[in-house]
């Protein structure tokens, strides 16, 4: 019996070949820490007596609250600035971006390496087939200390993605679809697999990262796309990272990428996956673009496409938040940005924005937020009763210009034609 | 006698902490009162060092944060009885010396309210004149929470659990 990916990396490198269910310890490549657990991290290390082994191999990054919203925030930021200037390790500071996206920009994070983040959606790594894992401070208080990890080797699920995306759907919709059928819960310890077949291989890094971060919305330790297409031009991808043909999987789905239309999930779990048919014609107050899931370049282009010459709604507010300073450069520099911000759109600080509720547009009582984050638990965003209806950038869009739920099709047939 | 305070499926990070109220944001001396905040508003004042946490299938799915459970211990909790756990809360559980038990028909068992008395070491949970047993987690886990918490282990042996022999 072959390996899958994930054994591929673990075994790669733990020197010996290992399998579903053992225990290894591991040498970890780069080790995360958010802002907004650094404080825990360094009690731990205090309580553990001990420093980072590897100063170069541990990255701060100030994103979920950039920059600082009051006085707390403020002092536990200024912590971080003076602890990494003191340590030697590195602090990506307020505007440089969401920690993950800026991981990759900064090839931090590589195909066949180890990363670790203080994050749940340290799996985006796996868009470029990094085993990336989220932990708790503890965790990552004693990986950045001996520069290992313990990980229970994960048995793995394969999801087969086929054939081409038609362009009224976004990765954020396969990404959803693939949480539907798997469930909150159906890839828990467990790895997912993603292999992109039938044309799929054209899915480039940032759609690719967008499946690899809602994996964990299925429960999963990682979520690692077998590399392909851009994967190859941007990366030295090594031989050995490929699963065996004859790898052994506890669940094989497919899901035919042609087929697929729009999707929405709704509150209160991200499992809640429903055609956006469904819900259409909700009524919305606040519009969010960004986030690890889709605050990238091509996500801000659906944007962009969607709102040229329109105007968002009256009554709506609509927040756009780039996922990194490199982001929101290039969508300077292409003409993304005007489009976006002549509809009406505003901009916000790249970063995690309101995504877990702390500022930035938090919700108030009763309101419903179309965001193409990756949670819409109860309470996530502001008030507890606040609705968090999570969609693709180009749903998004069309939602914040109707005022209503809706799709960009929906949208251009109700638009009177010039002859009409 | 320690309290059931029982839960359905699902509960996630963000019900046992939401993000708002982390430390980072409120303070490291008060994060703890906002436990259930939104979902259970009287919990953290009515919670009695000792209680025992009831909780479904997928128990604390979310966010990594580890102060959602390090909440939870903060107000005295030592111990969790739940259908199944989300991965990394299971980790963070561990971690911070809270036995975290996977029993589901225990958990069917049990009813929000109930006066228990539960020996976690052993695993022995009684209610009146009944006695549940509870599975301990996986030895290498067990080793770890025997010295308190995995930070201890480390400590002590300078390696993890399962890694070489002392």
């Known amino acids: ?420 | 006698m320690a309290r059931i305070w029982k839960f359905g499926d699902s509960i996630n990070t963000d019900d046992i902490l939401p993000g708002k109220y982390a430390p980072f944001m409120v303070g490291e001396d008060k994060f703890h009162t906002y436990a259930f905040a939104h979902f259970r508003p009287e919990f953290a004042q009515g919670y009695k060092p000792g209680d025992v946490l009831v909780a479904g299938r997928n128990t604390g799915l979310g966010s990594s944060r580890e102060y959602a459970p390090e909440a939870l211990k903060r107000l005295g909790l030592r111990a969790i009885i739940a259908k199944s756990y989300a991965r990394i809360f299971y980790r963070n559980l561990v971690n911070l010396g809270i036995m975290p038990f996977e029993a589901p028909e225990v958990v069917d068992a049990l009813h929000d309210g109930d006066e228990v008395e539960l020996e976690f070491e052993r695993g022995v949970l009684r209610r009146g004149s009944e006695t549940f047993r509870l599975t301990p987690p996986p030895g290498f886990l067990l080793e770890a929470l025997k010295e308190g918490s995995i930070l201890e282990y480390y400590r002590k042996y300078g390696r993890f659990p399962g890694e070489g022999r002392p």
Not at chain 1, 29 to 45: E, N, P, T, Y
Not at chain 1, 364 to 385: H, I, L
């Open chain 1, 1 to 420: 019996m072959g390996l899958t990916l994930a054994e591929k990396i673990l075994s790669q490198r733990a020197g010996r070949e290992v399998r579903a269910g053992e225990l290894v310890v591991v040498e970890v490549d780069q080790v995360m820490v958010v802002d907004s657990i650094a404080g825990s991290f360094f009690k731990r290390l205090e309580q553990l007596g001990a420093m980072p082994r590897y100063p170069e191999k541990v990255a701060i990054v100030i994103d979920h609250v950039a920059p600082a919203a009051n006085v707390e925030v403020a002092k536990a930021q200024k912590e971080i600035r003076e602890w990494g200037q003191r340590v030697g390790c590195r602090v990506f500071d307020v505007g440089r971006g969401i920690c993950h996206q800026v991981l990759v920009e900064e090839r931090l994070a590589l195909p066949g390496g180890i990363v670790l983040g203080s994050d749940s959606h340290s799996t985006t790594y796996g868009g470029v087939a990094c085993f990336g894992s989220g932990m708790g401070a503890t965790d990552i208080a004693l990986a950045a200390a001996s520069g290992r990890t313990w990980l229970r080797v994960p048995e793995s699920v394969k999801v087969t993605f086929r054939g081409r995306l038609n362009p009224a759907v976004s990765a954020k919709d396969a990404a959803l679809e693939m949480v539907r059928v798997l469930t909150a819960d159906g890839a828990t310890y467990m790895s997912v697999e993603i292999h992109l077949e039938d044309g799929a291989e054209s899915l480039t890094r940032s759609q690719r990262l967008t499946l690899a971060n809602l994996s964990v919305e299925a429960g999963a330790k990682c979520g690692l796309v077998v590399p392909s297409g851009e994967i190859l031009e941007l990366y030295d991808v090594p031989g050995w990272l490929y699963p065996d043909p004859d790898a052994a999987y506890v669940r094989e789905v497919e899901i035919d990428l042609s087929a697929l239309t729009p999707r929405v999930s709704v509150p209160f779990y991200v499992d809640n996956v429903q055609t956006v048919d469904s819900v259409m014609g909700k009524k919305v107050d606040q519009v969010f673009v960004g986030t690890c899931t889709n605050g990238r370049l091509d996500d801000l282009h659906e944007v962009a496409e969607v709102l040229r010459g329109r105007r968002v709604a009256p009554g709506v507010r609509m927040l756009v938040i780039p996922a990194s300073s490199q982001v929101l450069e290039e969508a300077t520099a292409d003409g993304t940005l005007l489009t976006i911000l002549q509809a009406g759109a505003t901009l916000g600080t790249p970063g995690c924005g309101p995504c877990m509720g702390r500022h930035q547009g938090v919700l108030a009582p009763g309101e419903v937020c179309v965001s193409t984050s990756n949670r819409n638990f109860k309470g996530r965003m502001g008030a507890a009763d606040a609705e968090i209806y999570l969609a693709s950038p180009r749903v998004a869009a069309a939602s914040a210009v109707a005022g209503f739920i809706t799709t960009p099709e929906a949208l251009n047939a109700e638009r009177p034609t010039p002859n009409a």
